[in-house]
T-cell receptor, first 110, second 117 residues
Framework: QKEVEQNSGPLSVPEGAIASLNCTYS??????FFWYRQYSGKSPELIMS????GDKEDGRFTAQLNKASQYVSLLIRDSQPSDSATYLC??????????FGSGTRLQVQP | GAGVSQSPSNKVTEKGKDVELRCDPI?????LYWYRQSLGQGLEFLIY????????KSGLPSDRFSAERTGGSVSTLTIQRTQQEDSAVYLC???????????????FGPGTRLTVL
């Protein structure tokens, strides 16, 4: 079992719809959770971080964390074609480096 | 301010040769990380430096890989006797380690694309 699992996609949504990206992790001791966006050929950039159970909203983005179920999700409201990218879920457990999922490719259709 | 920089941006080498990849972190960032990303994959942790502490080398895939960080700033990742499976994008990230453990944000450089022929 991978430490951090994501559906590789592609996830295709129409412009203006809500995109829902999910991630599960295996280590119950995980402390911090991050969503990075990566455009093709570019380096990852941080979208959201979340540390406590519940929802955290930032503009069109909402991160949701459920430690009991060991999943973290990212909702993107009013999806735009510019949101088309690969979204990487990353988890920190103990050591300072991050463990990444393999990413979900999102396609927003205009 | 300037972000994380890496050089070279692209490196093509022959199997068996040694390569050095350089990372300049954001000024003032005490933590520095190396990851690699193979085509279509997520990021794989390689090594982590924090201040003057001993580096966390637990992600290095073999003893052909080594890294150093001079003066708490610039870091060099060295791959000896390169193999074709070493071909990947090598990403460096840096962060400021704050008081709340695990909450620091890692900022990534543009990466070095290594191709081993």
């Amino acid at each position: 079992q991978k430490e951090v699992e994501q559906n590789s996609g592609p996830l295709s949504v129409p412009e203006g719809a809500i995109a829902s990206l999910n991630c599960t992790y295996s280590d119950r001791g995980s402390q911090s959770f991050f969503w990075y966006r990566q455009y093709s050929g570019k380096s990852p950039e941080l979208i959201m971080s979340i540390y406590s159970n519940g929802d955290k909203e930032d503009g069109r983005f909402t991160a949701q964390l459920n430690k009991a179920s060991q999943y973290v999700s990212l909702l993107i409201r009013d999806s735009q074609p510019s949101d088309s990218a690969t979204y990487l879920c990353a988890v920190r457990t103990g050591r300072r480096a991050l463990t990444f999922g393999s990413g979900t490719r999102l396609q927003v259709q205009p | 301010g300037a972000g994380v920089s890496q050089s070279p941006s692209n490196k093509v080498t022959e199997k068996g040769k040694d390569v050095e990849l350089r990372c300049d972190p954001i000024s003032g960032h005490t933590a520095l990380y190396w990851y690699r990303q193979s085509l279509g994959q997520g990021l794989e942790f390689l090594i982590y430096f924090q201040g003057n502490s001993a580096p966390d080398k637990s992600g290095l895939p073999s003893d052909r890989f080594s890294a150093e960080r001079t003066g708490g700033s610039v870091s060099t990742l060295t791959i000896q006797r390169t193999q074709q499976e070493d071909s990947a994008v090598y990403l460096c990230a840096s962060s400021v380690v704050g008081t709340l453990a695990g909450t620091d944000t890692q900022y990534f450089g543009p990466g070095t694309r290594l191709t081993v022929l």
